[in-house]
């Protein structure tokens, strides 16, 4: 395990927490307490990860993520004090997940570790098979495995890692029944967490919501 997960927080005591117990469980960590020297460490850096706290001193936690999703895909933890913020970060498909302050480290550990499980299963090329489909494309809707890109009637749309999971195992089983049980455990690692609702928001470049999926785990 060498993966490179980005911290950044503004609160010293805090981020140097997080980077303690990331690093004892054998991740490589870049920390930063502010958003300009984090954006030169996402253009000089092959990052796996990145955590990163909404209110910073000079460029806020969203602006920082929108600059990744530009160029990256590998998942991004918000950290936030607010739980209003939570709801506004899973509305806006900014990030693949998000945590609430005060929180345990452990908590941050166990994150990490299922988005990394998650994204490395979709980045790591697979054995092929002579059946194997890198491309569907269904009803005007094109998405590719290998350029884990997912076009719409001509727009390219903005997908976390967790929502192009999502997407491409429907894909895979298109015609099929897929409970939540299943789904939690192929893209989340994880048993069905019952009572959780989630959002995706497919977004244009533009900002523009192309279509919204609601699915509620009850």
């Known amino acids: 395990m060498n993966e490179k997960i980005l911290v950044v927080d503004d609160e010293k005591e805090l981020a140097d927490l997080v980077e303690v117990y990331l690093k004892n469980d054998g991740y490589t960590v870049y920390k930063f307490y502010n958003g300009t020297d984090t954006l030169r460490c996402i253009e000089s850096t092959h990052l796996d990860l990145a955590i990163l706290d909404i209110m910073l001193p000079d460029i806020d936690g969203f602006q920082i993520c929108q600059k990744i999703r530009e160029k990256f895909y590998f998942p991004v933890i918000m950290l936030t004090a607010k739980v209003e913020d939570g709801v506004k970060i899973m509305g806006l498909s ?107 928001e497919i977004l244009d470049k533009t900002g523009e919501e192309i279509v919204e999926i609601q699915a509620a785990l009850w």
């Open 94 to 200: 900014v990030a693949d997940d998000y945590i609430t302050k005060p929180f345990n480290p452990l908590e941050v550990v166990a994150r990490v570790k299922a988005q990394l499980r998650q994204y490395m299963r979709y980045r790591q090329p697979q054995i092929k098979q002579e059946d194997e489909c890198s491309e569907y494309d269904i009803r005007g809707m094109t998405i590719s495995k290998k350029s884990h890109k997912c076009i719409l009637f001509g727009k390219e749309l903005q997908l976390t890692p967790t929502e192009f999971s999502i997407l491409w195992y429907l894909c895979e089983n298109q015609g099929k029944v897929v409970s939540t049980e299943e789904l939690f455990e192929v893209v989340w690692g994880e048993k069905t967490v019952w009572g959780v609702g989630y959002t995706i």
